[in-house]
């Protein structure tokens, strides 16, 4: 079965600080995608990034920057000179696709959230 | 291009009752998920559509039901409501809906049974 695991229930840091959200994922699947949802108080799910299992590049959008490494089935979040707006609580999700009839479904961590204090 | 729409955003019901939700996808997505976030399970999946099929379903009783019209709205239905059905439920679309999609959430249902 599939299972994402996310640590850190929550955080706390001050504005400007660097701040890294763990996530670590397993799956018997060879061809999977991870993903990673911002969810803000108001409550959508806010997409981030997605990421394939054959990609291991790192990738950096702004002051977002997530590093993906199969070896230890970790896909981390780091945000660069966190701001208030960026208080929310994270979530680190795993695709799965059934063998028969198609389909997705996400499998979800627990949620991190994420403090940013003046 | 307008988001995931769900309507209502919020609704109380007492136990015994039933409830029905809808969303409206991204226009041209013909996938729709829906999820079940409590603060004690957290985000979990309820089933999934794809052009009026249900193609995926989760570890959630008969009573939770849904289905999607060829518009690709789909609307989910819980019977005999119980306390613990009070959660935010969320609402995805997606273009095709494998493992390569990505969903985008609509802002979700809150729902409180009394």
């Known amino acids: 079965a599939q299972k994402v695991t996310q640590a850190q229930t929550e955080i706390s840091v001050v504005e400007k600080e660097d701040v890294t959200l763990d996530c670590v994922y397993e799956t018997r699947d060879t061809t999977y995608y991870l993903f990673w949802y911002k969810q803000p108080p108001s409550g959508e799910l806010v997409f981030l990034i997605r990421r394939n299992s054959f990609d291991e590049q790192n990738e950096i959008s702004g002051r977002y920057s997530w590093n993906f490494q199969k070896s230890t089935s970790s896909f981390n979040f780091t945000i660069t000179a966190s701001q208030v707006v960026d208080s929310a609580v994270y979530f680190c999700a795993l695709s799965e696709t059934p063998f028969t009839g198609g389909g997705n479904k996400l499998t979800f961590g627990t949620g991190t959230q994420l403090k940013v204090e003046l | 291009k307008a988001g995931v729409t769900q309507t209502p955003r919020y609704l109380i019901k007492t136990r015994g009752q039933q409830v029905t939700l809808s969303c409206s996808p991204i226009?041209?997505?013909?996938?729709v998920s829906w999820y079940q976030q409590t603060p004690g399970q957290g985000l979990q999946f309820l089933f999934e559509y794809f052009s009026e099929t249900q193609r995926n379903k989760g570890n959630f009783p008969g009573r939770f039901s849904g289905r999607q019209f060829s518009n690709s709205r789909s609307e989910m239905n819980v019977s005999t409501l119980e306390l613990g059905d009070s959660a935010l439920y969320l609402c995805?679309?997606?273009?095709?809906?494998?493992?390569?999609?990505?969903?985008?959430f609509g802002p979700g249902t809150r729902l409180t049974v009394l």
């Open positions: 226009s041209g997505h013909r996938s």
């Open positions: 995805a679309s997606g273009s095709s809906g494998g493992a390569t999609d990505t969903q985008y």
